[in-house]
C-alpha cells in the first residue's frame, strides 16, 4: 500500500528557530495535508494543499505541494513553546479513493 | 456537542473479549473515518465511510475488526476476542466531504488489553 516517510522523526529547538520538516510518497497523491497533534487530542488539521506547485501559509507555517506530487513540506518560522506537539503530513490519493495516509510523525519540542 | 464524539473514553478489557468503541459524528459530515495510533506511533488507516457508498475496509487488520454506520451518522467499531496487540487508542474523524481530506477528529478510546 501507500507509505509516506516523515521526516525527521524529532526535533529539539530554540524558541525563535525556524523548522522545516518533509514528507515523501512512493506513489502519486492529489490532495497533500498537514496535522498536528497535541497530547491526549486528536490531530488537528493546519494546512491543505490541493495543486501541485502550491505553496500556502497559515499564520506562521508554510507548506508547499510538490511539483512532482509526491512529496510535501512544512515550515514553522519563529517557533514558540505552544509549537510542541506531533505534526503530521497525510496524503489522499484524490477520484474516487478517500483514503487518507498519514506519516508517522515529526515530534516537536520547543525550548523557552 | 459541536466536535467529534467517542465513547469510551477508555476502556479496559481481558484478552478474548469483544468490545464496541462508538463515535457520533459532526452533524451533516458524510464522511467518517476510523484510524488506530499505538503508543509513539503514527495513525493506521482502519475504516472509511462516505454517504450511502460501500465502505472501504482496506485497513481492517483482520476479521476480528468490523465497524458499521447507521443511519449515515453514528458508527460502531467492533473487535471481537481482543488481543493484546489490539491496545491502542482508536480514532475517529468526519469530514464535511470525503475528497477534501479535511478531518475533525475525536479524542480517541484508549483501548487496553490485559
Known amino acids: 500500500g501507500q507509505q509516506l516517510n516523515q521526516s525527521p522523526q524529532s526535533m529539539f529547538i530554540q524558541e525563535g528557530e525556524d523548522v522545516s520538516m518533509n514528507c515523501t510518497s512512493s506513489?502519486?497523491?492529489?490532495?497533500w495535508l498537514w496535522y498536528k497533534q497535541e497530547p491526549g487530542e486528536g490531530p488537528v488539521l493546519l494546512i491543505a494543499l490541493y495543486k501541485a506547485g502550491e505553496l500556502t501559509s497559515n499564520g506562521r507555517l508554510t507548506a508547499q505541494f510538490g511539483i512532482t506530487r509526491k512529496d510535501s513540506f512544512l515550515n514553522i518560522s519563529a517557533s514558540i513553546p505552544s509549537d510542541v506537539g506531533i505534526y503530521f503530513c497525510a496524503g489522499q490519493p484524490g477520484g474516487s479513493n478517500y483514503k487518507l495516509t498519514f506519516g508517522k510523525g515529526t515530534l516537536l519540542t520547543v525550548n523557552p | 456537542g459541536a466536535g467529534v464524539s467517542q465513547s469510551p473514553s477508555n476502556k479496559v478489557t481481558e484478552k478474548g473479549k469483544d468490545v464496541e468503541l462508538r463515535c457520533d459524528p459532526i452533524?451533516?459530515?458524510?464522511?467518517l473515518y476510523w484510524y488506530r495510533q499505538s503508543l509513539g506511533q503514527g495513525l493506521e488507516f482502519l475504516i472509511y465511510?462516505?454517504?450511502?457508498?460501500?465502505?472501504?475496509k482496506s485497513g481492517l487488520p483482520s476479521d476480528r475488526f468490523s465497524a458499521e454506520r447507521t443511519g449515515g451518522s453514528v458508527s460502531t467499531l467492533t473487535i471481537q476476542r481482543t488481543q493484546q496487540e489490539d491496545s491502542a487508542v482508536y480514532l475517529c474523524?468526519?469530514?464535511?466531504?470525503?475528497?477534501?481530506?479535511?478531518?475533525?477528529f475525536g479524542e480517541g478510546s484508549r483501548l487496553t488489553v490485559l
Open positions: 506513489s502519486i497523491f492529489n490532495t
Open positions: 474523524a468526519s469530514s464535511l466531504a470525503a475528497g477534501t481530506g479535511e478531518l475533525f
Open positions: 452533524s451533516g459530515h458524510t464522511a
Open positions: 465511510f462516505q454517504g450511502n457508498s460501500a465502505p472501504d
